[in-house]
């Protein structure tokens, strides 16, 4: 009896494992397919001179020559590549501290929160990122009197680079707020998970609201964070106002360069997006798991010398 159970225990896990691998079949040939293959075949592009023929398509092995074209022979790509991760480094944290700011007062218990809600994110609907690059070549993004204001004029005197981050973020203001759609509502579902006891324990114990907000808001909140910064850089590589994109679609239709070089592009310009992700990772990841991993280590040490010194 108990081996038949066990069979039967054994064919019906087996069957919900076929059922699941069919389930997730698409996605995996999909990915498979649409990822991972143009992944490895453009690193395979990247080392070749690949030019259109009227024979078809047409490659020729020349090593790191792409790279190389890309970095020291092009004038205009690593320009732009630096100001692709001088935007990330600006527009990331202010989207994701406004995104965070406007969470918290849209998870208030206030009159017509959900239309508030509603506002912050129509835009992410309505303006696709057509109607948005039409409305920045018309510089209807733009808040160009910035650099008249009074306070400006202040900041200016004291630190010109800090004045220069704010007028960047006010140039393209409306861009920032275009973007906090998303981020606001991961913002607010990581809001209402936490447990409402942990703000009442901490108000018992005499804890003010801003230190409720240090100690039990933002660790919680933290991974949330993370992904949210990750979810934004990626965006911003992926939208018109990044220069690197422009270069890469021409450079995919250039007879000189060919795709070996637009590949050549792409992959430079992933390693800088990876390395971005990977200070962001660092910056915010959580440090009291290893901190208390650490000390439980430290203290297992410290009583295994314990014992042995009392054997000795």
Request: glycine share 6%.
């Amino acid at each position: 009896m108990r081996k038949s159970k066990k069979i039967l225990g054994r064919g019906k896990a087996r069957r919900e494992n076929i059922r699941g691998y069919a389930f997730l079949a698409p996605w995996l040939f999909g990915f498979l397919g649409f990822t991972v293959f143009p992944l490895f075949y453009t690193f395979y592009l990247s080392f070749h001179d690949v030019k259109m023929t009227v024979l078809g398509w047409e490659t020729n092995f020349i090593g790191i020559e792409n790279f190389a074209s890309a970095l020291l022979r092009n004038i205009e790509f690593t320009p732009a590549l630096v100001n692709f991760a001088l935007m990330e480094i600006i527009y990331t944290p202010a989207i994701v501290l406004i995104s965070f700011i406007l969470a918290i007062l849209l998870n208030q218990k206030i009159r017509f929160r959900a239309g508030f809600r509603v506002i912050f994110f129509l835009p992410v609907i309505v303006m696709s990122g057509s109607v948005m690059h039409q409305l920045m070549d018309t510089g209807s993004t733009e808040i160009v009197w910035v650099g008249q204001i009074f306070i400006f004029k202040i900041i200016h005197s004291y630190s010109p680079l800090l004045a220069r981050v704010i007028e960047i973020l006010f140039q393209n203001f409306s861009i920032l707020l275009w973007f906090t759609g998303i981020p606001i509502v991961l913002f607010i579902n990581g809001l209402q998970k936490i447990d409402r006891s942990l703000y009442e324990a901490a108000q018992i114990d005499g804890s003010s609201s801003w230190q409720s907000f240090w100690k039990i808001t933002v660790p919680i909140i933290k991974p949330i964070a993370l992904v949210t910064t990750f979810f934004t850089i990626v965006q911003l590589g992926v939208f018109p106002i990044n220069p690197v994109n422009s270069m890469i679609q021409d450079a995919i239709y250039n007879t000189a360069g060919g795709l070996g070089l637009a590949s050549a592009y792409a992959y430079i310009y992933s390693l800088v997006m990876g390395l971005i992700i990977l200070i962001a990772y660092l910056l915010l990841k959580d440090r009291e798991t290893v901190t208390v991993t650490t000390v439980k280590r430290g203290k297992k040490k410290k009583k295994e010398k314990e014992e042995d010194f009392l054997y000795e």
